[in-house]
């Protein structure tokens, strides 16, 4: 009974950090543009494709390592163009309407022009491990989901350490906490918009190869993890980084437990009902920051 | 004087134009599509009130949908009450729902709104997916009774065909059509504009906005229902997709093609797509594909960038364009 109080909640650890991992983009970009990507999800959706093709040709780990850096790279560049092509050319005239209209344009079209190109049935991506699995005291999980943690450790560290000691990292922080005051210090707004993009699209994008070696790559994967960063962006308060990191544990951790011990079936809705909660009680999120929308 | 005229004269026009149609063209496939139009016109025009005039950005319309089309069918497959009677029972039990849904709306927008409204109806949608002994789960509630014979004498409408659909989808788009051009062009339109525009203003000159907004959340939520057990008898099929995030996105891209905000918007944006969608799918051999939700998401971006107000702005631009056109100006703008 306790093992499995604790076999659940390391699943949830794990499963969490790529939801972390997620919303940090998605959470970052609100902040710093107040822009909510409804297409978020689809950026993992095409990382885990680029994953795909990339072990087709160099399996075993080598080719996943591999592929997580190039999901980072064409994601990235993917995040850059969607910004300037579809975001920017609003930049000023936009109310929340459009700019969720306009992501949820961005998003039918990702997931059908994926399901065009790359088809409809789901793919594996194969088990870099070989599906070896480690014991530590009575729980069990395998190496490939430690690798999984690991990794979204590494970049939600990573990160930090960028947001908190680079000078580029710091101004997006303060683009994020009051535009025109950074722009009055001499930051560049347009530089910090399509870093922003890239970094936020690249971290979905890594995310989506540790989402899709865990589950299955489909064109319409992009959807869930989608939902589940803005139910962690709204539980951390949107555009509040570290409430994003926490966020994403807590509904790991949550969904884990909940669909254990309530009710399996709505394991997917878990996060739901948090949030209606968490919005109905605190509108501006668990670690609620004082500005928001 | 002439212009009232001319614009009567056009109403009455499309009215005879609609009225004859199934007469003219009786192919049965068409007449489906024609019919479904129907159905996600109204869904256009009950989500177009609650986002186009009030501003409230709900993303959890197919939920209504759902609740409407289930109800009405199951009203009729387990209490055997009537069909039409079940209609409106649909109508009734979404408007309740929308009523609850208000609630949230009255503290949270945005982004905030938009999560809880698609959160609303993934709850629903997983009810029906498992709430397997009311609804049979994923398989859905098939064989759903078709609407009961209407007999007035030798006249009579079987519903055994789609031409007999035809009219009461008709009937029920023209009747949304007037109860939102009521609503738009009244005191209540009004209010709720202000509403959109600047909340705060409105509270300040005295516009109850919570009461508004319960409102509106219900009322877009009848119709919506209305549209859902009209879907129910039609296709006599109710699955749990009918309450998925898929149905309301076709919902906004329908609505913001045609014009967010405006009367003929979410008319002209459902007919064009619906019948455009068909017309694709008969160039799916020359394609080798399935490209109509590639477009959609093509021209929902597209919409917003370049026009705001959707074809409706389009077609004014011309208009106007041609007016100036006349008077020796450059006519037309960028507008594809």
């Known amino acids: 009974m306790e093992s499995l109080f604790l076999q659940q909640t390391l699943n949830g650890l794990i499963i969490g950090s790529i939801y972390s991992l997620i919303a940090i983009g998605l959470t970052m970009i609100f902040g710093v543009m107040k822009i909510s990507n409804f297409a978020h999800g689809d950026y993992s959706m095409v990382g885990a494709y680029t994953a795909v093709f990339l072990m087709a040709w160099v399996p075993g780990w080598m080719g996943w390592v591999g592929s997580i850096i190039a999901a980072a790279a064409v994601v990235g560049i993917l995040g850059i163009v969607t910004e300037r092509l579809i975001f920017r050319p609003l930049i000023g005239r936009w109310t929340d309407i459009d700019i969720i209209m306009v992501s949820i344009g961005l998003f039918i079209l990702l997931e059908n022009l994926a399901q065009l190109f790359f088809g409809a049935t789901p793919q594996m991506i194969s088990d870099p491990f070989k599906g070896a699995t480690v014991h530590i005291g009575g729980v069990s999980t395998s190496v490939l989901r430690v690798f999984c943690f690991g990794f979204s450790c590494i970049a939600i560290g990573a990160l930090q350490i960028f947001l908190n000691r680079s000078k580029l990292g710091v101004a997006i922080r303060a683009t994020s906490q009051n535009r025109f005051a950074a722009q009055l210090m001499g930051v560049d707004i347009n530089l910090i918009y399509t870093l922003t993009f890239w970094v936020g699209a690249a971290l979905a994008g890594v995310a989506g190869v540790l989402y899709g070696t865990t589950f299955a790559v489909h064109p319409l994967m992009g959807a869930m993890p989608t939902l589940k960063a803005f139910v962690v962006t709204i539980l951390g308060g949107m555009g509040n980084i570290r409430g994003a990191i926490f966020g994403g544990f807590i509904l790991g951790i949550a969904e884990s437990l909940g669909g254990n011990y309530l009710a399996m079936e709505y394991q997917h809705a878990i996060g739901f009902f948090i949030i209606i909660l968490v919005l109905l009680l605190r509108p501006r999120g668990l670690f609620g920051a004082k500005e928001g929308t | ?336």
């Not at chain 2, 219900?218 to 099929?237: D, E, K, Q, Y």
């Open chain 2, 1 to 336: 004087m002439s212009k009232r005229l001319k614009h009567r004269l056009r109403s009455v026009a499309v009215v005879a134009a609609l009225l004859i149609l199934p007469q003219v063209v009786q192919e049965r496939y068409f007449l489906h599509i024609v019919v479904m139009a129907g159905i996600y016109t109204i869904m256009t025009m009950s989500w177009n009130l609650l986002a186009g005039y009030s501003g409230q950005l709900n993303l959890g319309h197919a939920a209504f949908f759902g609740i409407g089309a289930y109800s009405s069918a199951l009203l009729a497959m387990k209490l055997g009450v009537s069909p039409w009677f079940g209609l409106l029972g649909g109508g009734v039990i979404a408007g309740f729902f929308g009523f609850l849904l208000g609630f949230p709306a009255l503290r949270l927008s945005g982004p905030y709104l938009a999560i809880t409204t698609i959160g609303f109806a993934e709850i629903l949608r997983l009810v029906a997916v498992n709430w397997v002994d009311l609804t049979r789960g994923s398989l859905g509630l098939s064989g759903i009774p078709l609407l009961t014979p209407i007999r007035l004498g030798s006249w009579g409408m079987e519903f055994y065909f789609e031409r007999d659909y035809y009219y009461v989808v008709l009937a029920a788009v023209v009747f949304t059509y007037f109860c939102m051009l009521r609503f738009t062009h009244s005191e209540f339109g009004v209010s709720l504009q202000a509403l959109r525009d600047d909340e705060q203003g409105a509270q300040s000159i005295g516009i109850h906005t919570s009461q508004y907004k319960l409102a509106v959340f219900t009322i877009s939520a009848f119709f919506a229902g209305m549209a859902g057990g009209l879907f129910a008898h039609f296709t006599r099929l109710v699955s749990p997709d009918t309450m998925s995030l898929h149905v309301t996105f076709d919902t906004l891209t329908m609505t913001m093609i045609g014009g967010l905000g405006t009367t003929a918007g979410p008319i002209l944006g459902a007919v064009l797509l619906s019948l455009l969608s068909e017309w694709l799918r008969t160039l799916e051999d020359f394609f080798r594909m399935d490209i109509r939700l590639v477009l959609y998401g093509f021209l929902l971006i597209l919409t917003i960038r370049f026009m705001r107000e959707g074809l409706v702005g389009v077609v004014r631009a011309l208009k106007e364009g041609f007016s100036s056109y006349g008077k020796g100006r450059n006519a037309g703008g960028d507008h594809d």
